[in-house]
Nanobody, 115 residues
């Protein structure tokens, strides 16, 4: 089982980035997928998640700016991040559940918002 996160980078405030999280090795399928982030010196923070049926949940801090989606045929989740703010700077981690409820984590991808 592997989750491969990608798409991070350095942007200016107000710009956009799209993160991807590709799941592989989930023999029985991929359940809910989502993103957390950890900013320097802070605890891990929930960002967004999407169920296998497409139901989405967002943290208040990103609601209206971030959009999570998924392509079940590709076992890939996406996080479209618009209107990025300085405080969105963090390492973003994707996670996924298998049908048994086990949780898996991908490696982090760095998002830096700086002027």
């Amino acid at each position: 089982v592997q989750l491969q996160a990608s798409g991070g980078g350095l942007v200016q405030p107000g710009e956009a980035l799209r993160l991807s999280c590709a799941a592989s090795g989930f023999i029985l399928g991929v359940g809910a997928m989502g993103w957390y982030r950890r900013a320097p010196g802070k605890q891990r923070e929930y960002v967004a998640s999407i169920s296998s049926g497409g139901r989405t949940i967002y943290a208040d801090s990103v609601k209206g700016r971030f959009t999570i989606s998924r392509d079940n045929a590709k076992n890939t989740a996406y996080l479209q991040m618009n209107s990025l703010k300085l405080e969105d700077t963090a390492v973003y981690y994707c996670h996924a559940f298998d049908p048994s409820g086990n949780t898996y984590w991908g490696q982090g991808t760095q998002v830096t918002v700086s002027s």
